[in-house]
């Protein structure tokens, strides 16, 4: 019920870059003191069979983020930036709390009841909502969504099972 992420190593050490630009030097460095991303998860969840191969099943889930890092892909999460005048020095820094919710429904059917060779052919299918709200650190971007999380997902599967044989 409990889980983390750690920051990525980059950002925790990763040494120093030295950039100059217009007359300002940027130090950018790790910071060792980055805490992981902590989430209290909380799922509920159903499941119903048929006689016929099939089955239903329903999921609601609720996660709770803490120390949200904001990984910008090419720079540092959440970057710092302390110093005047000609020097300034960037580390990555943690965000704050978040959270992610939704709902999954799922349906597989196996159509046992088909003649043979058929008997084995199936159907699954999969939805699931979400929304999500993080704060990333940074004044203005309290309320962001979570980064790369879609707000819908689904899948659609044929298959065939039969004598050990999964298509």
């Known amino acids: 019920w409990m889980s983390y992420t750690r920051p990525a ?6 040494g120093s870059q030295v950039s100059i630009s217009d007359g ?32 239903a099943s329903v999921a609601a889930f609720y996660k709770q983020l803490h120390d949200y890092i904001y990984d910008s892909g090419g720079g540092q999460a959440n970057p710092n930036v ?18 992610v919710y939704g709902l999954e429904v799922a349906l597989r059917q196996k159509f046992q009841n088909l003649p043979e060779p058929f008997d084995g052919l199936g159907v699954s299918v999969n ?6 709200r993080v704060d990333l ?12 999380a879609p707000n819908v997902l689904g899948n659609a599967e044929v298959f065939y099972e039969k004598n050990g044989f999964d298509l």
Do not use: A
């Open 9 to 14: 190593f980059v950002q925790l050490g990763g």
């Open 24 to 55: 300002v030097t940027t130090i950018t460095e790790g910071n060792p003191n980055l805490k992981p991303i902590k989430s209290t998860n909380l799922d509920l969840s159903g499941q119903w069979t048929t006689d016929q191969g099939g089955f």
């Open 82 to 99: 302390s110093g005047e005048g000609t020097v300034l020095t960037k580390t990555p820094t943690n965000g704050g709390d978040g959270k």
């Open 127 to 132: 939805y699931t909502r979400q929304k999500s």
């Open 137 to 148: 650190g940074i004044e203005g971007f309290s309320n962001e969504r979570l980064q790369s």
